[in-house]
């Protein structure tokens, strides 16, 4: 009796909520009848979309890819972030690519180049039978129309930084790009620049569309045109971006149909997905979840080669202990580079020049601090700090390719710098608010690191030990370290064009700066994708992105 | 987080006090008689208790340092004898950190709320007590501050102040003001009638003293149960924030912290999540059920 | 009734326009540059300027508000700095996601909590009535954000039973119409992608729900209590009339009343506890858009989306207070 009375009971009560469901559901019903005709457009797409699913059973192949952010924007010229890259190196080709496993170039819109005696003129012959996106023909006014557009203003990033353009001088050193024929480009440079060819294979300077970029204005980068591999198909903004095949690449066509890029913020919640099979490939694992991948049959480590340094700078600028050399030869013999490196789980080698050893140009010579508290101490004493000081160091709080572990890794080095009276402050931050602390030089000691750009030396040396960029407020040389002979040497390096002189210019330099140490380097990493077993023939590129077309997948 | 302005809302404790005013001795002496009655109340006290011993001798109950690790080798070691709860990303012992851990919630819960509570006081007693045209002002600003889904707030309070504990705290004390203001504001509305305050301005004294003097301790009982179960509110609301990134920073053993920094091993290491968390919910279990069984003792309705 | 609804309308007015000021004040005593985060990490000093020249970020605060309050009022949230995309626009994607998910959470704690609550009372000091206050009490302790991240280890690492973040599985092909997932795939028929997207908001529903689950019934469970002890339902039970009928004609009905302006007042905080869930699954909603548009300065975004989350908060606030009156007959409109 009283069983049946509370069946009675509940039943009564979940009616009254499915009865109000009911009745939420008609509001929102007679909130859209001016949606009814678009009922019908809705029952064929969804006809369409059965179709699609059938085409898919029959062998479409999509490749899904995971990662931690989304794109910031599509026009690969105006971003800097890596999130963009990754997908604007799909859909846009530059006049030069990089080799598929180093920085050493090769032919992609243009087919063949030369240079001057001098290094000033350079001169392309570009490819006949390229087309973009849209449809249009690429020739050589394509090329000169989007250097152009470069030049015109400051939101060109990288166009500024790696041709020198400022306000002043929106061209930097390129004085003039004409097209010398239909397919062939001529540049001028105000004065020889070493990198140039490596510069141009950078994915910023992939060509757009002139057409597209003129239709949409400032909404281009949401609606990206180039000749590429993949063709842009959709974007959701924070969820995902889908790429299709371009069936009539002039490369390689790509053995995907389907390329998704799916933004899943958390590393552990992505590594879950992968695991689940709802994703095929992932950046931004965790260290401790290699382990785990390696031990897992369905899956595989696929380890990106090491371009890139992470580094602990200190601050010369800052009167107190940071602008003492002594100091700072200190903590370097007071942190113990190897037990830190146990926090990079196998995917970091201690690093002792600013500069990786898979560059040419790397100083072997140059032979590390090592680690030695009593020699610390005895410097300390020499510079007049016998007792210890407080300092801050200053950390992002994300993990970065060359860092995996920023939170734990500043908290390691706190504790190793209490044995020599060093009394460390952590402050975190979020990656864009570290960034503008260390650039207005608002740190004692900060965390950063680099990931190279073109394979050259000076993307290194020139951008983050050079005195020109220790300007507060936009510096990568956040040691505001100003050195003139290493900035003789680097300026000396970069406009000459015999790559042996070059090598000895640069080794000189990394010994003065080990000198001076206004860095304590840490570690060059490799960092890991982990993928699905059926992932094949993917090859990470060294700068940190790659086109998509040489991998396949198998169902 | 701040999901539990309080974990019931009672609207019907302000009126009640109305009746009560005049016998207000025997009601705390009844009240404690119903707390140790209470299994509920008596449980919640035994734990904030417990919170408050180990947080007094935490040097000497924790195992090793909160701080340093031993070795970077040690990391993430499964519970054990040596570690009876494990360790942590550096290798730090998870049970010491959860011990000193204890000192850090105490010191939000009295803090938040000590702000929320002088502050929202203040605002109530003068809103309820002066009426007209001040209770307005102060009211429509409570509407104001309560039109924000607390978190929201905080975040917005922190991010403009800056991350770290004190102003987490900070933050967590100015959300909880409307809280206050509007508990005190009822029950001084119905004190202020009585003739006892009305005897105590008719010989002369002057608004504040009456205010401090004689309506706000009558207003006590409400303030009370408020308190207690705003120290458990507050102490989830830190460790939200702090599990966001936006509260203590490393090395500090909070609880919302160290839970957010395990996160990234939480497939291989799940006691590094699983135990601060324990903590953050036991702790907030404990003021939450003293704060119900005080409120169940303080409040005559119930009383049979 | 309408006079006072009209009453209540223009009582939102102040309290509107103290809202934008105040998260105007707050936004804009931000530290850090929003021009810099949205240049990236290598721009130069002269872009910087350019771009905070475009922005406006150098007009005084007053003119900068004014410019805010006048681009709302015509429905223009203004542009996202980071994402350069047009915040009315984002939301339309981001709200229906956060909206989806706390409905799915409040009604799962309404269903739950007023169902237990009733039980609980009904059958006062029970084993039934016992468990599910516990489980009460522990539900208004809960730190959503740990519940949340055990579920995951349980159900997504352990068992492998559901995934553990976003919204639908990129394999399922969705039609969207209004953006709820679940609506969506009712209106095109398309089951798979019910099914998926269902799984999908299981658990940060439940993280969601836990808390005012744990309120409901408990509310639900004292004021059937104290409804059951008056005269009128003692001479309706002493009548005669059977038990659930007394149940349902007069307590519940009666009890009703507290719960209903319980669950507004969780509803509205809801969307601020989306904040922790949202980031822990990965839920594209709002909640994680502020949090990430706070840690990356995107003023505009901070600005626009905390004021349409303070707007529904406070409309939903009154809808539960004109419900309160049109279902208790004690009050009368002024």
Known sequence: MLKKRNFLLLFTLLFAVVFFLGACTEDAGTGSTDDNQSEDDSSDSSDDSSEDQATEDTGDKTLVFGRGADSIQLDPSKVTDGESIYVTNQIYDTLVRYKEENTEVKPALAEDWNTSEDGTVWTFKLREDVKFHDGNDFTAEDVVFNFERWATSGEFIYYGYMFGASEEDLGGIIESVEATGDYEVTFTLSEPNAPFLQTLAMPPFGIASPAAVEEHGEDYFKNPVGTGPFVFEEWVPDDSITVTKNEDYFGEAANVDKVIFRTIPDNGARFLELQAGSIDLMTGLNPQDIGTTEDDSNLQIIRRPSMNISYMAMNTSKEGPMSEKLVRQAINLAIDKEELLTLYEGIGKPAKNPIPPSLWGYNDEVEDYGYDVEKAKALLAEAGYADGFDISLYTMANPRPYMPQPKVTAQAIQQMLKDINVNVKITESDWDTHLTATENAEHDMAFLGWTGDNGDPDNFMYVLLDKDNAKVGSAGNIAFYKNDEVHDLLKEAQTEMDQEVRTELYMEAQELIHEDAPWFPIAHTTPPLAASQNVTDYVPHPTGSEPFNLLDIKQ | MSLQPNPLPDPKLAEAQETNQSKSSSLWGDAFSRIVKSKTSLIGLCIILILIITAIFAPLIATHSPTDYASLTDRYQSPSSEHILGTDELGRDIFSRIVFGSRISIQIGVIAVGISMIIGVLLGGIAGYFGRWIDQIIMRLIDIMMAFPSILLAIALVAVLGPNLRNAMIAVGIVGIPQFARIVRSAVLSVKETEYIEAARAIGAKHGRTLMQHVLPNCLAPIIVQATLSIGTAILDAAGLSFLGLGAQPPKPEWGAMLSDGRAALQNAPWVVAFPGMAIFLVVLGFNLFGDGLRDALDPRLKQ | ?334
Do not use: C
């Not at chain 3, 309290?15 to 810099?36: E, K, M, N, Q, Y």
């Open chain 3, 1 to 334: 009734m309408l006079k006072y609804i009209v009453r209540r309308l223009f009582m939102l007015i102040p309290v509107l326009i103290g809202v934008s000021i105040l998260t105007f004040s707050l936004i804009h005593l931000i530290p850090g540059d929003p021009a810099r985060s949205m240049l990236g990490d290598k721009a130069t000093e002269a872009q910087l300027e350019s771009l905070q020249e475009e922005l406006g970020l150098n007009d005084p605060y007053i003119v900068q508000y004014g410019r805010f309050l006048g681009d709302i009022v015509q429905g223009d949230l203004g542009t996202s700095i980071q994402s350069k995309e047009d915040i009315a626009l984002q939301l339309l994607h981001k709200l229906p996601a956060t909206i989806e998910l706390t409905i799915f959470a409040m009604i799962l704690a309404v269903v739950v909590g007023i169902v237990a609550g009733v039980i609980a009372a009904v059958k006062q000091y029970s084993w039934f009535d016992n468990i599910s206050m516990t489980g009460a009490l522990f539900g208004v302790s809960m730190p959503i954000f740990w519940l949340g991240l055990m579920m995951i280890f349980v159900f997504s690492v352990q068992l492998q039973l559901l995934p553990p973040s976003g919204r639908m599985s990129s394999s399922i092909e969705l039609e969207t119409i209004t953006n709820f997932f679940l609506l969506d795939s009712i209106l095109t028929l398309n089951w798979a992608a019910f099914k998926d997207t269902f799984f999908h908001l299981l658990m940060p529903g439940i993280a969601l729900g836990t808390i005012p689950m744990a309120i409901i019934a408990r509310m639900t469970r004292s004021s059937m209590l104290e409804v059951m002890k008056q005269d009128y339902i003692r001479t309706a039970d002493a009548k005669g009339l059977k038990k659930h009928l007394v149940i349902f004609q007069h307590a519940l009905k009666n009890a009703f009343l507290p719960v209903l302006t319980v669950i507004g007042l969780q509803f509205g905080l809801l969307l601020g506890g989306a904040v922790l869930t949202e980031t822990i699954f990965s839920w594209p909603g709002v909640g994680r858009y502020v949090y990430l548009a706070v840690l990356g300065r995107d003023y505009p975004v901070v600005q626009s989306t905390i004021l349409i989350i303070a707007i529904i908060f406070v409309m939903v606030n009154l809808l539960t207070d004109l419900l309160y009156k049109y279902f208790d007959p004690r009050i009368k409109y002024e």
